[in-house]
């Protein structure tokens, strides 16, 4: 259903931390769960102007990218900066299982959700099984 792989996460994170910068946009924190007949998909976007989000589907692989800036004026003296600023992107990548072509996205209290329907042909469907007097009759 979804598809989840960052190997270099865990490793920009060290980066940061250590060399206080990143040599690619950060990540955003996720959380994603089925439910009934759909994949739902949160991601944490606090303080994040809902214009510059953009999502895009090509071949199954979601990419998601949004800009949270600076709340200070230009040419103001930072005092504390723990809120990280920039661009921040995440890819996932889809099953087959999954309707592309018909996904909600909402932005509310800084979390961007996404709900993604299971498709059709992917779906559990009940098979009929017939009696065995049907096979002697065929084969008669």
Not at 24 to 52: C, I, K, N, T, W
Not at 79 to 94: C, I, K, S, Y
Not at 107 to 115: C, S
């Amino acid at each position: 259903m979804l598809m989840r792989t960052d190997p270099f996460r865990e490793l920009d994170r060290l980066t940061q931390q250590v060399f206080g910068s990143t040599a690619r946009p950060a990540a955003m924190q996720m959380d994603a769960y089925r439910s009934g007949d759909e994949l739902v998909v949160h991601f944490d976007l606090p303080g994040v102007d809902p214009e510059s989000i953009d999502l895009d589907v090509e071949r199954h692989v979601l990419n998601v990218r949004a800009e949270r800036r600076s709340p200070a004026p230009e040419g103001a003296d930072m005092v504390v900066t723990e809120r990280p600023t920039g661009t921040f992107t995440r890819q996932l990548f889809l099953g087959d299982t999954l309707d592309t072509e018909r996904i909600d996205a909402s932005y509310d209290a800084g979390v961007l959700t996404l709900r993604i329907p299971v498709a059709e042909e992917a779906k559990p469907r009940r098979i009929q099984i017939t009696g065995g007097d049907k096979r002697k009759q065929l084969s008669s």
